[in-house]
């Protein structure tokens, strides 16, 4: 992990971009806390995180101002990373799909978010292993995201994180649900009700499959990117229950 | 409205019953407020104000604490209210298709739930005009309950009631979806995800059919009863957002 740019921004936060091998993140920590910092992994939307820089300041700054190191890192395929010809053709076929109104099938799913799926967890593992070597970050670790399978397989699999917010509003492969059932953390999932590009069954169907002793599923309105303020206020007062 | 008990409770409430009517009633005020508070409509559950009065009182000491009145009364049929030959029917028609595992259908619970709509409402509306002719109370009127449908109606119907924390939990009429529909001011919906005696689906159906711009679905686990505190306190800062 190699720092390549440092600032700080007027709300007395500490923002680093660093390179992971050659996998764009950055790194969020306040600038005046002297002691080891709980972390929250900030999972981006597909976008490419300088496309989705604004909205994840926005979640953020909160988050910072609450004593919390933050950090994100680019999804692969997004931003400047490689894309692969196999991923273009599913996003193809999906915008194909839901262009004719009609249902996407799950094949379809599968082969935009499997693979994805397959080499994001384990470069968030190795943002994480990278981070909590640092000695500004101490831990617990909580997932705040993104694209809702990642967030799901890195919540069954990764025994460093202990709670997660999930945002539903990506489409989830029927695999997924599976493996939702090896969740045991304790979650706080939004979803944006009328979110236009949410495919809102599969969501509800997820929530029910989680293993997570708690779970809660907080659906408000105001489209995509509409998560009411209150929202993310008590997704932050669910990581302040169980990260400190 | 006729005071008939009036007892100060250990954390500076004061309790008071009443007869509204002959409907009986609890009203429950900030013992050392000394200007005017809005109000809370507490619904209660179908099971008699006796029974649910440590459920009910558990509901209204932060309600009070933070400086609202609260008041509930007894539902038509409950307690020691005359039952109804035709509702006695309908819950054992209900109970009858409970035990036999399949779907309740719809003419049941039409016959269940709408005489009760149709009796409760009118009754909450005259308590709404009894309270708000007490010095104490000022308004805004803030609905928390209960039996969802009546909640639905009055929501739809009453324009003194300015937000409203609904319970979903209930077995639900289609006319109410329909009611549903003309309810515009902001909501914040409890679900209780594996709630044993809640149709799941017919409550998200109904979240969805509101017409109100905002509106929230905050679902947990923890069964009928088993509202986790963090997420009552979420619904007092809703009230706190629309009411204060």
Chains 1, 2 share one sequence.
Do not use: C
Request: aromatic share 6%; charged share 20%.
């Amino acid at each position: 992990m190699r720092f390549i740019t440092e600032q700080r921004l007027d709300d007395d936060i500490l923002e680093r971009e660093f390179l992971l091998g050659d996998i764009p993140g950055i790194l969020w920590t306040p600038a005046s806390v002297p002691t080891p910092t709980p972390l929250i992994l900030v999972g981006p939307p597909p976008i490419g995180l300088r496309n989705a820089y604004p909205r994840l300041l926005a979640r953020v700054r909160p988050t910072v101002a609450a004593g919390y190191a933050a950090a994100t890192i680019e999804l692969p395929g997004s931003g400047d990373r490689p894309r692969s010809a196999a991923a273009d053709q599913a996003l193809a076929d999906l915008r194909r799909a839901l262009a004719a109104g009609g249902p996407v099938a799950d094949e379809i799913v599968d082969r935009l978010i499997l693979p994805l799926v397959d080499e994001a967890v384990p470069e968030w593992q190795a943002a994480l292993d990278a981070l909590l070597a640092l000695p500004e970050i101490s831990g617990p670790v909580g997932y705040s995201g993104g694209v809702i399978s990642i967030g799901t397989r890195l919540a069954a699999v990764e025994p460093r994180i202990a709670a997660a917010v999930l945002f539903a509003g990506s489409f989830v492969p029927r695999a997924i649900l599976e493996e939702a059932r090896n969740v045991k953390i304790p979650l706080h999932v939004l979803l944006q009700w009328d979110d236009e590009g949410n495919d809102r069954q599969r969501s509800l169907d997820l929530f029910d499959a989680f293993g997570s002793a708690e779970k809660a599923l907080n659906a408000n309105m105001g489209g995509h990117t509409g998560v009411p303020p209150y929202a993310g206020a008590e997704a932050g007062r669910f990581f302040t229950r169980h990260l400190t």
